[in-house]
């Protein structure tokens, strides 16, 4: 039967339901409510509760995935078990030919989405697998009949053994009874379709899904095997505005799903809330994430049933450091990152010390110092003898098991037990006794809860890597920790529904507000950039039904109109002006719909607000921004420790105001962009050349190597690049020219390589080595750190060369003395000296002399540019001495003398000041 829903369709949607239960359901212990998360659920609970005054039995409740794994005998794995099993099935069917597991997981995630989609839209494999590997032998195929490359063969040799991988993983899956959600929900669907009544948890209850607007094929098909045994019925959460007018792609399920034949959906009847209800919008440009953070405050103010919708999570710190005196006003459902934390940032100081241990349990005393510097060990004696970093450490490059135990007070410390007992070869197990030894001394409860989490996740990782025979690395063990503790949040405040509410876009699914208020709404956020972590092209996927650009971007569409239909005044907030990589920011294209909304509907007030942007006079820096205030003391403790790269001096020598913001408060950060923007196009360049030349580290350049290079090095690319990020790069006609570019540059780099082994030997000594050193200013210890590109030897001469994608003036590396080094005018050569005094501060034995040369590799032939100070291109200790000296210097005004943070008036650089 299909029961009319409430006349008054614009009131709160869970409000409606609970209405709905009681004049409707009189019966409800009969049927079962099936929500979109817990959190609906326990919204609903409240709102049932307020409304019933004597004690009633609640109806009974599940949130949807709980309710597919009651229905079905099949378990879901998470992310890591899945590419631990996966890798299993493919190193049985490769044997020795199988790729190592770190250049596997970079491909095997992405086909384990693919294959979990294929499951989840019930596709046949048989016809997809065969209709791709056609597809992409005729993208292959050439009318004049050429070769095919190497890379060409591989590639589609790649799909043809795509479909062996997914039967193969699929018998893995029947056998264990477990697998992706996709295949839970095609196995569903087979068992419900033998055993329709067999599902003792339902009990023949009604079945009510309430406010779910998106499904896969296989979720619709067991809703239409469910209704033929049991009763079931739909209640959508819509509004008029989009579901009737077919350009909006907010509607574009609940459209389809309303004209289903076997779909109970009589209940709907759409809110015509957008249209008709008044509400208003103000729209805020910021030029900073700390703007932004710093007017939400005085923006909610006022405000009762409210919600901060978060759309970019990096900036959740500064939204809680803006409320950090109105803790009872809010409530982060978000919660705070594992991998924010104090805990793990130890946890990584800790591991980078166990394990550069070598044969002899020696480990870098740099990395010792790292570790007993911590802040979580500042003003603690229990672990660590006083003075740890006294002059006995200052000279030495390793530390001995036995040295270390002159500086442990405490023998049951895990670092002692790391290297003491042989027994404890598992790093998991290692990480479960350094968490256990921290949760013991924490102090504070977010401590405690951090150490708590490591601990669980270490013990459970550790269970599963267990029942596998292949053997992981130490690096790739910590890798598969760290994709976990960034999947980990801690629950920062309570759950208390009168606060303001501080949530993600998907965490407000079935919930209503009278006020909003979205922060970081730009393009890229929300919606999301296309990200394609797929192997199968947009025009296959459309063809077969699987989800692509458009269908993402109608379920997120949904989502933001849905929230704002109820609403009385949201506020859109956005970044503008130029992003990190000097782009241009653009706010999102529902700020844009929202503008052309209020011009149609007269209910809809749409105003831009022109608040007081942030930017600092001088008096204002000069009066608040000091370097002795506590809490930028602070910072620059926490900075030392972490260390310096030649970037982030540059930064400060180009303006302080900048560092200040960037470097020390983290505002700012990179955005994410499509394309292959220039940081992509340099990490390519640079890891493919040390791919070429890694083999010959240590000895003598090979012309024959390179010249095998040469005929590979598309394919290298190539396959870099679908390695590091995506095939989407490849298919892209823009990034195509950009990859084309680089390949010539490349070749045309080698090339004249090869032409100058002709005439002279190359002695390659290091290539992409990270190197660091510690230099001491007054009482602090500053950490320097840096990746030089390359380094070769000749007659006892070092060549440090620094490789360059962008463009470059060769005037910036000519200097008339050490001290101009520090000019915002000379960056390269700074860049150069410091490369230059973290290898020498490494190599203080040996008497070199050096020349320090940028490699440009946008020219058209090998054309190299050397550092000159005053008349001299070769280097001497002297040299590098009197670098030393202006680096201390350097510090020392910024440490401890009144150091004002300021607008450089002629940077370029700054994004902050004007």
């Known amino acids: 039967m299909k029961t009319p829903f409430l006349s008054q369709n614009n009131r709160p949607f869970l409000d409606q339901v609970v209405e709905y239960l009681q004049s409707q359901l009189s019966a409800h212990e009969n049927h079962l409510f099936v929500f979109p998360n817990k959190r609906s659920i326990q919204f609903f609970t409240q709102k049932l509760k307020k409304k019933n005054t004597e004690a009633i039995c609640l109806p009974q409740t599940i949130d949807i995935n709980a309710f597919y794994q009651n229905l079905s005998s099949i378990s879901v794995m998470d992310s890591t078990e899945l590419i631990l099993k996966f890798y299993a099935v493919y190193k049985d069917l490769k044997a020795e030919r199988a790729d190592v597991f770190e250049v596997f997981e970079k491909w095997g995630r992405f086909l384990l989405q693919d294959f979990n989609e294929l499951d989840s839209q019930i596709i046949d494999a048989d016809d997809f697998f065969n209709y791709i590997e056609h597809y992409f ?110 350009e909006n792609i907010a509607g574009h399920f609940i459209r389809r799903y309303r004209m289903h034949k076997n779909w109970n959906t009589g209940a709907l009847k759409p809110s015509e809330a957008l249209s008709l209800k008044e509400k208003a919008f103000f729209v805020s440009g910021y030029k900073n994430n700390h703007d932004m953070a710093k007017d939400l405050p005085g923006i909610t103010e006022k405000y009762t049933n409210a919600a901060i919708i978060v759309c970019d999570e990096s900036i959740l710190p500064s939204i809680l450091s803006a409320f950090k005196d109105k803790k009872e006003y809010v409530n982060a459902s978000l919660g705070l990152s594992l991998h924010h934390t104090q805990a793990y940032s130890l946890c990584v100081l800790f591991f980078r010390l166990i394990s550069s241990f070598d044969k002899e349990y020696k480990c870098s005393s740099t990395d010792f110092l790292r570790f007993v510097n911590h802040p979580l060990h500042i003003n603690q004696d229990a672990f660590f003898t006083d003075k740890i970093h006294a002059n006995y450490l200052k000279h030495k490059r390793f530390i001995s098991v036995h040295e270390i135990g002159l500086f442990l007070k405490r023998k049951d410390h895990p670092l002692s037990l790391s290297t003491q007992n042989k027994s404890i070869c598992n790093l998991y197990d290692l990480l479960v006794l350094f968490s256990d030894f921290y949760f013991e001394q924490s102090k504070g409860d977010l401590e405690k809860e951090s150490f708590s989490l490591l601990k669980s996740l270490c013990e459970n990782l550790s269970k599963k890597i267990s029942s596998y025979t292949y053997v992981l690395p130490y690096d790739t063990l910590f890798s598969l920790l760290e994709q976990q503790i960034r999947q980990t949040y801690i629950a920062l405040i309570s759950q208390k529904q009168d606060q303001i509410q501080i949530m993600g876009l998907l965490e407000t699914r079935l919930l209503d507000f009278e006020h909003l208020i979205f922060v970081s709404l730009n393009e890229g956020h929300l919606p999301m950039y296309r990200s ?96 002795s205030e506590p809490f930028i003391r602070e910072q620059l403790q926490a900075l030392a420790l972490k260390g310096y790269s030649a970037s982030s001096c540059i930064r400060l020598i180009n303006c302080s105001l900048n560092f200040l913001y960037q470097t020390l408060l983290s505002l700012n950060a990179q955005e994410q962009t499509q394309e292959l923007d220039a940081i992509k196009i340099g990490e390519i360049a640079h890891e493919v050349l040390y791919l070429i030349y890694a083999p010959m580290i240590g000895q003598n350049i090979k012309a024959s190597l390179l010249s095998d290079a040469l005929q590979n090095l598309e394919g290298i690319i ?26 010539h540059a490349i070749e045309n780099f080698i090339s004249s390589e090869i032409k100058q082994l002709k005439k002279t030997s190359i002695h390659l000594l290091e290539a992409e080595i990270e190197m660091a050193t510690v230099l001491e200013v007054n009482a602090i210890e500053i950490q320097l750190k840096g990746v030089i590109d390359r380094v070769e030897i000749k007659d006892n001469c070092i060549t440090i060369i620094d490789f360059k994608t962008g463009h470059f003036k060769p005037e910036e590396l000519v200097v008339t003395d050490i001290a101009m080094l520090f000019n915002e005018t000379k960056n390269k050569a700074f860049q150069l000296m410091f490369y230059a005094y973290l290898y020498f501060s490494n190599h ?71």
């Open 844 to 914: 203080r034995h040996k008497a070199y002399t050096y020349q320090l040369r940028i490699v440009s590799l946008k020219n058209s032939a090998r054309k190299s540019y050397d550092l000159q100070i005053g008349d001299q291109k070769v280097l001497t200790k002297e040299h590098i001495n009197a670098f030393e000296s202006q680096l201390v210097l350097f510090f020392k005004r910024l440490y401890f003398d009144e150091f004002r943070f300021s607008h450089h008036p002629t940077s370029k650089y700054c994004a902050y000041c004007g």
């Open 137 to 246: 032998a005729t993208q292959a195929w050439s009318p004049d009949k050429s070769e095919l490359t190497p890379f060409q063969k591989k590639y589609l040799h790649f799909w043809k053994e795509i479909k062996i991988y997914y039967s193969a993983l699929t018998a893995s899956f029947v056998k264990e009874s477990k697998g992706t959600r996709g295949f839970m929900l095609r196995a569903l669907v087979k068992e419900l379709k033998a055993r329709p009544s067999k599902r003792p948890f339902m009990q023949n209850k009604k079945v009510i899904f309430v406010g779910f607007n998106a499904f896969t094929k296989a979720e619709e098909k067991i809703i239409d095997l469910l209704h033929k045994s049991n009763e079931t019925q739909i209640l959508f959460d819509a509004d008029q505005l989009y579901v009737k007018n077919k």
């Open 532 to 627: 394609e972590n797929s192997f199968i092209p947009q025009g296959v996927k459309k063809m077969f039904g699987l989800t692509t650009y458009k269908i993402k971007e109608a379920i997120f569409s949904y989502h933001f109109y849905r929230l704002i239909q109820k609403a009385s005044n949201v506020h859109l907030l956005y970044l503008k002006g130029k992003d990190a990589l000097g782009g241009q920011m653009q706010k999102s294209r529902y700020i844009l719909q929202m503008e052309h909304l209020s011009e149609t509907l007269p209910a809809i007030r749409y105003t831009e607000i022109n608040h007081h942007e942030t930017l600092i006079s001088k008096e204002e820096i000069e009066k608040t921004y000091l370097s």
């Open 718 to 743: 190539q396959a870099l690049i679908l390695k590091r990020y995506s095939l989407f790069y490849l298919n892209n006609s823009r990034d195509k020219i950009k990859i084309k570019l680089l390949t």
